[in-house]
């Protein structure tokens, strides 16, 4: 079982997500931004860490959104989906093909990753 973190950053009624590059498993499918936990750190750490790299962006860590376990065919993971907001920088793409801000209702718009699924779910009640 892989740690993955995630990002829920909200900007007013809006929340950022980010389109995975092709090459990537899952390649072309939108995401909340974020990583892989590696060795030693924690979740919180992994998390600015992953901002910083991915959206060049720092962001302050805040309570746990919700947890969601899942099974992709070539990885199974325990995602942890924290609050979080910019404190410095404007997201750049980095690593992402794009990034955009949309309302809970644009969601069924957005061919999200399966993991996320259920975490979209939870947003639209």
Request: negative net charge; glycine residues 4%; contains cysteine.
């Amino acid at each position: 079982m892989v740690e993955v973190v995630a990002a829920l950053i909200w900007s007013g009624d809006k929340f950022l997500i980010c389109k995975r590059p092709l090459e990537k498993a899952r390649g072309l499918m939108w995401e909340f931004v974020g990583g892989k936990v590696e060795n030693g750190e924690s979740k919180e750490a992994a998390l600015i860490r992953e901002c910083r790299e991915e959206l060049d962006i720092t962001v302050k860590v805040n309570n746990i959104f919700c947890e969601v376990f899942h099974n992709y065919p070539d990885i199974d993971i325990h995602l942890t989906l924290f609050n979080a907001e910019i404190i410095l920088g404007k997201p750049r793409l980095l690593e992402h093909t794009e990034l955009k801000w949309i309302k809970k209702s644009d969601i069924p718009n957005y061919n999200f990753c399966p993991a996320d699924r259920e975490i979209l779910e939870l947003l639209q009640k």
